[in-house]
T-cell receptor
Framework: DTGVSQDPRHKITKRGQNVTFRCDPISEHNRLYWYRQTLGQGPEFLTYFQNEAQLEKSRLLSDRFSAERPKGSFSTLEIQRTEQGDSAMYLC????????????FGPGTRLTVL | AQKITQTQPGMFVQEKEAVTLDCTYDTSDPSYGLFWYKQPSSGEMIFLIYQGSYDQQNATEGRYSLNFQKARKSANLVISASQLGDSAMYFCAMREQGDYKLSFGAGTTVTVRA
């Protein structure tokens, strides 16, 4: 399977715990994105990497959130001191340097904070 | 301000009939791209079709076509010959000039009836 993969697919945690999600993009894609999707809504942009550089962060990405993409390959999204409001689907997408920048999405990580 | 508006929360369509999903957008950029994604109950976002703001012809991809009306700022998706497997959530998204992230609408749920 050469698509975008995400791990874990589901995560249940207690409020106050830290969680980390991983995204493996399509291998030749240099751009990687994180989005958050709450129930019944469209995805909302969180952050964007070009290679290993984090070029843009949404105001949705509070200081409890941190994302990395070491060596420009896989990426991790960490949420510290989780809150119930963090419960959502976290989607990762990647794209190549194409003219219209079609983004390919992974299956998502569904986070439930109890 | 909302950049993408999808006014139909849910739609029912009979198998083998066509269905049109509405999408209007708001941007002052002369160059932008419009995308449609399908999200089945499994959660993965599947790219369907793309329309560039300078494209002279409406985009088509198999049973999907995009009715692009630039002056009205609308980019409606038409699904022809609906199949049961088309039942899913459909999202309209836009990428503005000089930007890489996608802005999504709230989505439309399509249910295909046998």
């Amino acid at each position: 399977d050469t698509g975008v993969s995400q791990d874990p697919r589901h995560k249940i945690t207690k409020r106050g715990q830290n969680v980390t999600f991983r995204c493996d993009p399509i291998s030749e894609h240099n751009r990687l994105y994180w989005y958050r999707q709450t129930l019944g809504q469209g995805p909302e942009f969180l952050t964007y990497f070009q290679n290993e550089a984090q070029l843009e962060k949404s105001r949705l990405l509070s200081d409890r959130f941190s994302a990395e993409r070491p060596k420009g390959s896989f990426s991790t999204l960490e949420i510290q001191r989780t809150e119930q409001g963090d419960s959502a689907m976290y989607l990762c997408a990647s794209s190549a340097s194409l003219s219209y920048n079609e983004q390919f999405f992974g299956p998502g990580t569904r986070l439930t904070v109890l | 301000a909302q950049k993408i508006t999808q006014t139909q929360p849910g739609m029912f369509v009979q198998e083998k009939e066509a269905v049109t999903l509405d999408c209007t957008y708001d941007t002052s950029d002369p160059s932008y791209g419009l995308f449609w994604y399908k999200q089945p109950s499994s959660g993965e976002m599947i790219f369907l079709i793309y329309q560039g703001s300078y494209d002279q012809q409406n985009a088509t991809e198999g049973r999907y076509s995009l009715n692009f009306q630039k002056a009205r700022k609308s980019a409606n998706l038409v699904i022809s010959a609906s199949q049961l497997g088309d039942s899913a959530m459909y999202f309209c998204a836009m990428r503005e000039q000089g930007d890489y992230k996608l802005s999504f609408g709230a989505g439309t749920t399509v249910t295909v009836r046998a």
